[in-house]
């Protein structure tokens, strides 16, 4: 039974370039939300996926957009990337949108920009 | 979820000693998770707490729920090596089910 996989582990980018996460949900999940997590803090919620729509969004600009796949997949996107947005960008799954138990996390994409 | 503060932020302890990690909050919280991240790891979830008083223990962990639903403690028994991490709890619910909004987190160091 896969877990939740993100891909890439790392990446460095620089200041203004645009990045694509991927995540994977754990199988038998349909919703699929992101976290980052900056260093020394608790994770913080962007936004959540259910039925390929956004259904939640927490306070994060334009600049990070998603998408979600017919096979429940997801992408998180950042563009014109700044210096703050390097973090541990966390994806988590669960099964439906309004489930308030457990998450499981994905090992996390960690991204620098310089 | 509703906004949690953690206290403390970091506690350094000899293994063989207790420690305890404390979550509030100013309004009621519909439930409490608690989840424990390794170093360079991702968070894993622990527990779940919905009732009022609730208490639930897994070996060396106690997790406790506050009678008025607005704190929750993580104690553990005997630290290990292998307890070193941060622990987060997490409170998920209310207006916005599946957004689970974490607190700041504790690092736990345990010196052999």
């Known amino acids: 039974d896969a877990g939740v996989t993100q891909s890439p582990t790392h990446l460095i980018k620089t200041r203004g370039q645009q990045v694509t996460l991927r995540c994977s949900p754990k199988?038998?999940?349909?919703?699929v939300s992101w976290y980052q997590q900056a260093l020394g803090q608790g994770p913080q919620f962007i936004f959540q996926?259910?039925?390929?729509?956004?259904?939640q969004r927490g306070n994060f600009p334009d600049r990070f957009s998603g998408h979600q796949f017919p096979n429940y997949s997801s992408e998180l996107n950042v563009n014109a990337l700044l210096l703050g947005d390097s973090a541990l960008y966390l994806c988590?799954?669960?099964?439906?949108?309004?489930?308030?138990?457990?998450?499981?996390f994905g090992e996390g994409s960690r991204l620098t920009v310089l | 979820g509703q906004q949690v503060m953690q206290i403390p932020q970091y506690q350094h302890v000899q293994e063989g000693e207790d420690f305890t990690t404390y979550c509030n909050s100013s309004?009621?919280?519909?439930?409490i998770q608690w989840y424990k991240q390794r170093p360079g790891g991702h968070p894993v979830f622990l527990i779940q707490?919905?009732?009022?008083?609730e208490v639930k223990k897994q070996k060396r962990l106690t997790f406790q729920f506050g009678e008025a639903k607005k704190n929750s403690s993580l104690h553990i028994t005997a630290t290990q090596t292998t307890d070193v991490g941060t622990y987060f709890c997490?409170?998920?619910?209310?207006?916005?089910?599946?957004?689970?909004?974490f607190g700041q987190g504790t690092i736990l160091t345990v010196h052999p």
């Open positions: 997490g409170n998920a619910g209310g207006t916005s089910y599946g957004k689970l909004t």
């Open positions: 707490l919905v009732k009022s008083g």
């Open positions: 199988s038998g999940h349909d919703t």
């Open positions: 996926y259910y039925e390929e729509e956004e259904r």
């Open positions: 988590a799954s669960s099964f439906g949108p309004t489930n308030t138990g457990e998450l499981f």
């Open positions: 309004t009621t919280l519909s439930n």
